[in-house]
T-cell receptor, first 113, second 112 residues
């Protein structure tokens, strides 16, 4: 397995547009996490899935954000009506049900103009 | 608020020197993890130390954990220019779901 992958790697959009990111976790991992990271900060937790169930969401995840993991494999994160404040690196990570280590993807860098 | 905080925020050393960075946290933890992030990239897991362990080694890395002081340190010995990166500690709180929180990181620059 080649690890966690994320697409696209970069996304530039205009304010008000919708964007969708995809994350493909390590195949045998049941847990999938989304984080947001801005310059000079550590990753901030957004949401987490156990298989297809979204078990926890951060207060950071406003109504404009939605995440899915329809078959317990890949996940998508959609941001509607993007704002300039949404500009950040969006990181995906996965881990096994009984493991503690998270494996991160390379991230999707979003720039909202 | 963030559970873990790294110190110092920035560290600049010469190749061959040792680099020490610290992490302090607030609540009880199951384990503490250190990650490295090269500029503009995802995080890479370095080492995990469990709450019942006091010291752990991995190659040139040495991690200590003092649960009484709620602190951990990461020592990189004989640093190389390739160690230039940001280093984060992640501290999942004990009990409940496993959601680690990250500090702001220590930015390490190793000059060749």
């Amino acid at each position: 397995d080649t690890g966690v992958s994320q697409n696209p790697r970069h996304k530039i959009t205009k304010r008000g547009q919708n964007v969708t990111f995809r994350c493909d976790p390590i195949s045998e991992h049941n847990r999938l996490y989304w984080y947001r990271q801005t310059l000079g900060q550590g990753p901030e937790f957004l949401t987490y899935f156990q298989n297809e169930a979204q078990l926890e969401k951060s207060r950071l995840l406003s109504d404009r954000f939605s995440a899915e993991r329809p078959k317990g494999s890949f996940s998508t994160l959609e941001i509607q009506r993007t704002e300039q404040g949404d500009s950040a690196m969006y990181l995906c990570a996965s881990s096994s049900s009984y493991g503690d280590t998270q494996y991160f993807g390379p991230g999707t860098r979003l720039t909202v103009l | 608020s963030q559970q873990g905080e790294e110190d110092p925020q920035a560290l600049s050393i010469q190749e061959g020197e040792n680099a020490t960075m610290n992490c302090s946290y607030k609540t009880s933890i199951n384990n503490l993890q250190w990650y490295r992030q090269n500029s503009g990239r995802g995080l890479v897991h370095l080492i995990l130390i469990r709450s019942n362990e006091r010291e752990k080694h991995s190659g040139r890395l040495r991690v200590t954990l003092d649960t009484s002081k709620k602190s951990s340190s990461l020592l990189i010995t004989a640093s190389r220019a390739a160690d230039t990166a940001s280093y984060f500690c992640a501290t999942p709180p004990s009990g409940g779901s496993y959601i680690p929180t990250f500090g702001r990181g220590t930015s390490l620059i190793v000059h060749p």
